[in-house]
């Protein structure tokens, strides 16, 4: 029966290692962030210009030095085209420029992929950030029909394939990811990851990433306030530290 109890207390010893907080690390070693939803009104992120202009303020506390962000770009949903993005940034570049709120804004975008989306590689413009880095993402519910034939497709024409938040797509395990990475996707995790804000499931994975040095990028991913109002919790984090210390991360060269 001891042996029992010490064994309890063993586990317990361990998850409460586990949830130990450390010193807060903030988020100016990263410098740049590389996914979010700042521009209003044209996705499902920030509805309006105040809005955009709180979450910047506090992206800047946070320690962001520039901010690309990312809207949607969707043939059902968010039919969004490099004019209006373009359009949209320079509405919020004066905003911030009008209240003295130092800090970089660039813009790309987060393309869905899909059957039209394949059909514009090679013929339309694409928006990239960096070295010709294209920021895709995936339907939660399965994997594209062609999905690696449209990351060749977009690494024959020269394109660095960033796949947004490969930790939420329930249907990669190890074998896919080690898959993708042989194929030389760039991974992003989300912030909120660390944390265990979409599920534990997802932490797990994040956990597993961090360690099998995967993660090329971190990114907000922030749609609004409430998502912000969050990142604070993930300087705290242990997996944000491991993250750090893998090295393996490239805002800041960007
Ligand atoms: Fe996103």
Same mark, same amino acid.
């Given at each position: 029966?001891?042996?029992?109890? $010490?064994? !309890?207390? $063993?586990?317990?010893?361990?998850?409460?290692?586990?949830?130990?907080? !450390?010193?807060?690390?903030?988020?100016?070693?990263?410098?740049?962030?590389?996914? %979010?939803? !700042?521009?209003?009104?044209?996705?499902?992120?920030?509805? $309006?210009?105040?809005? +955009?202009?709180? @979450?910047?303020?506090?992206?800047?506390?946070?320690?962001?030095? #520039?901010? @690309?962000?990312?809207?949607? @770009?969707?043939?059902?949903?968010?039919?969004? +085209?490099? =004019?209006? &993005? /373009?359009?949209?940034?320079?509405?919020?570049?004066?905003?911030?420029?009008?209240?003295?709120?130092?800090? =970089?804004?660039?813009?790309?975008?987060?393309?869905?992929?899909?059957?039209?989306?394949?059909?514009?590689?090679?013929?339309?413009?694409?928006?990239?950030?960096? $070295?010709?880095?294209?920021? &895709?993402?995936?339907?939660?519910?399965?994997?594209? /029909?062609?999905?690696?034939?449209?990351?060749? #497709?977009?690494?024959?024409?020269?394109? #660095?394939?960033?796949?947004?938040?490969?930790?939420?797509?329930?249907?990669?395990?190890?074998?896919?990811?080690?898959?993708?990475?042989?194929?030389?996707?760039?991974?992003?995790?989300?912030?909120?990851?660390? &944390?265990?804000?979409? +599920?534990?499931?997802?932490?797990?994975?994040?956990?597993? !990433? &961090?360690?099998?040095?995967?993660?090329?990028?971190?990114?907000?991913?922030?749609?609004?306030? #409430?998502?912000?109002?969050?990142?604070? +919790?993930?300087?705290? =984090?242990?997996?944000?530290?491991?993250?750090?210390? %893998?090295? %393996?991360?490239?805002?800041?060269?960007?």
């Amino acid at each position: 029966m001891r042996a029992m109890y $010490d064994w !309890l207390f $063993d586990l317990n010893i361990f998850k409460s290692k586990k949830k130990e907080k !450390l010193s807060a690390l903030d988020f100016s070693c990263l410098q740049t962030d590389i996914h %979010s939803h !700042l521009i209003p009104a044209i996705d499902d992120g920030s509805p $309006d210009l105040e809005t +955009s202009i709180k @979450i910047i303020k506090e992206m800047k506390e946070l320690g962001y030095k #520039k901010l @690309i962000t990312t809207p949607h @770009i969707m043939s059902d949903f968010y039919r969004n +085209s490099p =004019e209006i &993005i /373009r359009v949209g940034l320079e509405k919020l570049r004066h905003e911030l420029k009008n209240q003295s709120i130092d800090i =970089e804004l660039n813009a790309a975008a987060e393309y869905y992929v899909d059957y039209d989306f394949e059909q514009k590689i090679g013929k339309e413009e694409l928006l990239t950030f960096g $070295d010709n880095y294209i920021l &895709i993402e995936f339907s939660f519910l399965e994997p594209p /029909r062609k999905m690696f034939e449209t990351i060749y #497709k977009l690494q024959m024409h020269e394109y #660095k394939v960033v796949l947004a938040h490969p930790e939420r797509y329930p249907f990669f395990e190890k074998d896919e990811y080690k898959e993708l990475k042989e194929k030389n996707v760039f991974f992003q995790l989300n912030s909120l990851s660390l &944390i265990g804000y979409y +599920s534990k499931k997802v932490q797990e994975k994040s956990s597993y !990433l &961090i360690d099998s040095g995967y993660i090329n990028f971190l990114g907000t991913d922030c749609h609004n306030l #409430k998502h912000s109002n969050l990142y604070e +919790s993930c300087q705290t =984090e242990r997996l944000w530290h491991e993250l750090v210390a %893998s090295k %393996s991360l490239l805002n800041n060269t960007l």
